[in-house]
């Protein structure tokens, strides 16, 4: 565990440092004056409770909770925000800071500081299905509904 922990630090701070020359880039071009920058996963990390990558159906923080970083047109001081959102406010979020309409069929809601709202007990829904077939019905699974403090949990 010890060394896929170190393996595991060693390719973030590898990581870290590929960013930092990418925003510097940014900043150094005068991108940074005019463009939104976004960088966010599909996923978080877990390596608690003897878990090592992603082989788990437990939907833990660790696990749900990705990184979201968004750098608006000339910002120049960190802004943290605590609130729930979702991967799936992305979407109407972007759409509304380049000017175009939100599609009817989009989910998701303005991320907050970005157009919308701070919601503190808004409901999250999370969901792990990556044991299930592709070509099946969804049958393995598991499905989670956060809300404030309060987590709803179907392993299925």
């Given at each position: 565990m010890h060394l896929n922990r170190q393996y595991y630090d060693e390719f973030i701070a590898s990581w870290d440092h590929e960013v930092a020359r990418l925003f510097d880039y940014l900043?150094?071009?005068?991108?940074?004056?005019?463009?939104?920058?976004?960088?966010?996963?599909?996923?978080?990390?877990m390596f608690e409770g003897g878990e090592l990558g992603h082989v788990t159906k437990l939907i833990y923080d660790p696990l749900i909770r990705v990184p979201l970083v968004i750098s608006r047109p000339g910002q120049t001081a960190r802004e943290d925000v605590h609130t729930p959102t979702s991967s799936v406010d992305l979407l109407p979020t972007i759409a509304h800071l380049t000017g175009n309409p939100i599609p009817e069929w989009a989910e998701g809601k303005l991320l907050p500081y970005l157009?919308?709202?701070?919601?503190?007990?808004?409901?999250?829904?999370?969901?792990?299905?990556?044991?299930?077939?592709?070509?099946?019905?969804?049958?393995?699974?598991?499905?989670?509904?956060?809300?404030?403090?309060?987590?709803?949990?179907n392993y299925c």
């Open positions: 900043k150094d071009s005068g991108l940074t004056e005019n463009s939104y920058i976004i960088v966010t996963a599909d996923h978080g990390e157009g919308g709202e701070a919601e503190e007990e808004r409901s999250v829904f999370s969901m792990d299905a990556k044991f299930n077939s592709s070509f099946g019905p969804l049958v393995n699974y598991s499905m989670s509904l956060t809300r404030g403090r309060h987590r709803l949990t």
